[in-house]
């Protein structure tokens, strides 16, 4: 059975706002992101956690910025929009 796409409530201009105010957010924190990062890491490490879950887990210089340019973690924040707003 298909379904109807849901109407969008935010306009194309709305949603390009929000997600380079994202973007300029993940800037803005990028030190305190890092810094948290660094206690999970840490943590991962004391539970035991294997060297290769660890290093995924851990953000590499510009990762921060990166990961926001990632098609994949685009679309997943589109996503937490149109939820969000839906």
């Known amino acids: 059975m298909l379904h ?3 109407k969008q409530k935010l306009s194309s201009e709305e949603r390009k706002k929000i997600l380079l105010d994202i973007a300029d957010a993940l800037e803005a924190n990028e030190d305190a992101i890092r810094s948290e990062n660094e ?3 840490e943590a991962a490490q004391a539970a035991g956690y294997e060297k290769l879950s660890v290093a995924r ?8 910025v ?3 340019s990632q098609p994949i973690f ?3 924040i589109v ?8």
């Open 4 to 6: 109807a796409a849901p």
């Open 39 to 41: 206690a999970d890491v």
């Open 57 to 64: 887990m851990t953000l590499k210089p510009g990762k921060v």
């Open 66 to 68: 990166l990961c926001f």
């Open 74 to 76: 685009f679309l997943f």
């Open 79 to 86: 996503l937490l929009i149109l939820l969000m707003f839906d």
